[in-house]
């Protein structure tokens, strides 16, 4: 199988790593090659300490990297069997590239979004091919986090969905089916546990590493929700509640207005270098 990923980010060059490990020929695709490099230069970090720890072998490592051809054209999707839309959390954005792949991808390509929270009928509506359009969630870390949630548009066909079922389980994943609503499952829910632990924090209930500990050592959390915040991105977190405060106008998804201060200013957590936590 040959893909494309657009979407040099955390989430996208995770999704180019486990294709690629898989044998999957994958290009990863940004709007200029220094971003592309240097999510490169990280997945080559992380398959080298996978080494290191016995996890993977050299020529696992060797030939992963391999398979992941840096790309800046759309146009490379042209003889790709699928491509993963990887990009921010915005409508517009993702809707421009949905149509511009429709253009460019042969007529049996799947188009799949990474999107946690936006609608797959409505990006579906931008091709015209609606039933080869859905949605794959992965989870952060992607090479670590088995669930992904996969999301069905109004027209998507039992063909596609069948088709990215058996690939996600290939990719050694848990497919799980979820309605396409705003946020699925697991942002309706996380989100508003992290918005509740931000509002914790605004209120000087307690501060972020007790707060953190306290879900950690409490709920039996691996993660912190501030530190989960961090990694996930606050501007993330804020579009996404915005998202679901939109449209479902439910006040528990109202975000906290600490949020939004760290957002303006820049604090977007650890690709920012500061959150709920400063980072190196």
């Known amino acids: 199988m040959k893909a494309l990923i657009v979407g040099a980010g955390h989430m996208g060059g995770g999704i180019a790593q486990v294709m690629a490990a898989a044998g999957h020929r994958t290009y990863l ?12 230069d990280a997945i080559a970090g992380w398959l080298a300490q996978s080494v290191q720890k016995g996890k993977i072998s050299e020529a696992e490592r060797a030939e992963t990297l391999a398979n992941i051809i840096p790309s800046t054209d759309l146009g490379d999707a042209e003889n ?3 491509v993963f839309e990887a990009v921010i959390e915005n409508l517009e954005l993702k809707a421009e590239i949905f149509r511009k792949l429709d253009e460019v991808t042969k007529p049996g390509c799947i188009l799949a979004s990474n999107t946690s929270s936006l609608s797959i009928t409505q990006l579906a509506e931008q091709t015209e091919r609606p039933g080869q359009v859905i949605g794959l ?3 952060n870390p992607v090479p670590l986090m088995k669930l992904v949630e996969l999301i069905r548009g109004t027209a998507t066909t039992d063909e596609t969905f069948t088709a990215v ?3 996600a389980l290939s990719l050694g994943k848990t497919p799980v089916e979820v309605r396409d609503v705003p946020g699925f499952v697991l942002n309706r829910v996380l989100q508003v546990m992290i918005n509740e632990a931000i ?3 605004y209120e000087d209930v307690a501060s972020a590493e ?3 500990t306290v879900m950690k050592l409490g ?4 993660m912190g929700p501030l530190a989960l915040a961090d990694l996930i991105g606050l501007d993330t977190v804020l579009y996404i509640l915005e998202v679901m405060h939109e449209v479902y106008g439910d006040e528990k998804y109202r975000p906290c207005p600490l949020l939004k201060e760290y957002v303006a200013k820049g604090w977007l957590g650890k690709k920012a270098g500061r959150g709920f936590y400063v980072y190196e």
Request: net charge negative.
């Open 137 to 139: 969630h992965f989870m």
């Open 219 to 222: 709920a039996n959390h691996p």
């Open 29 to 40: 695709n940004d709007i200029n090659l220094a971003i592309v490099n240097r999510r490169l």
């Open 80 to 82: 790709c069997d699928i």
């Open 165 to 167: 079922q058996t690939l």
């Open 199 to 201: 509002y914790c924090y």
């Open 210 to 212: 007790g707060i953190d």
